[in-house]
């Protein structure tokens, strides 16, 4: 081929050698493009970014959790897991657990352990299949040396009564610094249950790794209590992300009018279905209004509702001026919020372009950039400022 191409442009004059050379970078340019991948720039309030498609052709994807070296993890609901080595090359991962694909069911979050470089442990969440429907599990598995399957799967934790549907999973897993891990779990579409100790239902748990329980849980030891419970009152909190300083924060379908992002404190009860913002969705009023004494008030809501999934909150790598805002995916009206917690958290931007249709999840990436999940577009993008 470079011999044929080296005596073409010699039978050429200097002129007509220039051109061809033109066409050639032109040429080689477009064939780099294509295997880095498709990229746009899209403009936001901190400067033009790039949105790189980063993995496609995923059905409902969920998940995301990234791996040393530039690799990483993407779950489908309907229960697959894939591996992205750092060229992008796509492997399915065997070994994962039977879901209870139904509804909003299914395989959901992942997330790589803090020790995965030493364990090659992560943790995913799913509804388990269940006689009776379905209820949130949570598992942890290792992942082989050659990346093809979970090795050791441990199921730490499942709801303790499944129910029936397919609604309201919750299903965000969070390692917090000293290891312990926080679940979300939504309340199955049955709101009292939110408000009910010995249930999981609406609730989000804390425990161990090895499934055990920490014996500082508000209500370990407590009669009628479920020890796992960190905090009550959910309605169905997709998203979950640490702070800088460590505290967990929390986003949820509320009723409509009030979806929420709460600062998720030991022990509080956050009122569902007792108070909420908006009404439910069949009309009526709820509980007792807005406010009671001894539930928690949110620290942000969305009226009218933009059905919110995953969360992040920025660190400021690449984008100083973002440093500790929220990323909030929209899976109702397409886009990401930006949220400044400054003064109390308010939302100050939507990042909405053709790539965010039915956003799943937005985290950032340990090189600072930042990934989401589009279910429209069924793929990964990651974006990053162009300087
Ligand atoms: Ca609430």
């Not at 340019?29 to 980063?54: D, F, H, Y």
């Not at 694909?101 to 442990?121: H, I, N, P, Y």
Request: hydrophobic share 40%; glycine share 12%.
């Amino acid at each position: 081929m470079k011999i044929l191409l080296m005596n073409a442009m010699l039978a050429l004059g200097w002129r007509r050698r220039l051109a061809a050379l033109s066409c050639l970078v032109v040429l080689l340019l477009l064939v780099l493009t294509a295997a880095s991948g498709w990229a746009a720039v899209r403009q936001t309030a901190a400067g033009p970014i790039s949105v790189e498609k980063m993995a496609g052709n995923l059905d409902t994807p969920w998940g995301i959790a990234f791996l040393p070296g530039g690799a990483f993890l993407v779950t489908e609901r309907g229960g697959s897991l894939f591996h992205f080595d750092a060229a992008r090359r796509r492997m399915k991962v065997s070994g994962v657990p039977k879901v209870y694909a139904w509804g909003q069911g299914g395989l959901m979050d992942v997330a790589a352990a803090q020790d995965f470089s030493k364990t090659r442990e992560i943790f995913l969440t799913y509804s388990k299949p269940r006689r009776g429907g379905g209820g949130t599990a949570l598992a942890v598995a290792a992942l082989s040396a050659d990346n093809r399957k979970l090795e050791n799967l441990r199921v730490i934790f499942e709801m303790a009564s499944p129910s029936p549907g397919g609604r309201h999973f919750g299903s965000r897993v969070i390692e917090a610094p000293d290891g312990t891990l926080f679940l979300t779990l939504g309340e199955r579409g049955i709101p009292e249950t939110a408000q009910d100790l010995s249930l999981h239902h609406g609730k989000i748990i804390r425990i161990r790794r090895d499934g055990s329980i920490p014996p500082d849980n508000p209500f370990a030891g407590r009669a009628g209590a479920r020890p796992e419970i960190w905090s009550w009152g959910h309605r169905n909190p997709q998203g979950a992300a640490l702070d800088a300083a460590g505290a967990l924060w929390a986003v949820e379908h509320g009723a409509r009018g009030g979806d929420e992002i709460n600062r998720v404190r030991k022990g509080r009860n956050y009122g569902w279905p007792v108070i909420a913002y908006g009404r439910h969705y069949w009309g009526g009023k709820i509980g007792v209004g807005a406010a009671k004494e001894g539930m928690e008030q949110p620290d942000f809501y969305w009226d009218p509702s933009i059905a919110p999934c995953g969360m992040a909150i920025y660190s400021g790598k690449l984008w100083p001026a973002w440093r500790g805002h929220f990323f909030v995916s929209s899976l109702k009206f397409d886009y990401i919020s930006r949220l400044d917690p400054k003064g109390g958290l308010r939302e100050v931007e939507r990042l909405a372009f053709p790539e965010t249709g039915r956003v799943r999840d937005v985290q950032e990436a340990p090189d600072g950039s930042i990934w989401f999940l589009s279910e429209e577009r069924e793929a990964v993008y990651r974006i990053r400022p162009v300087r």
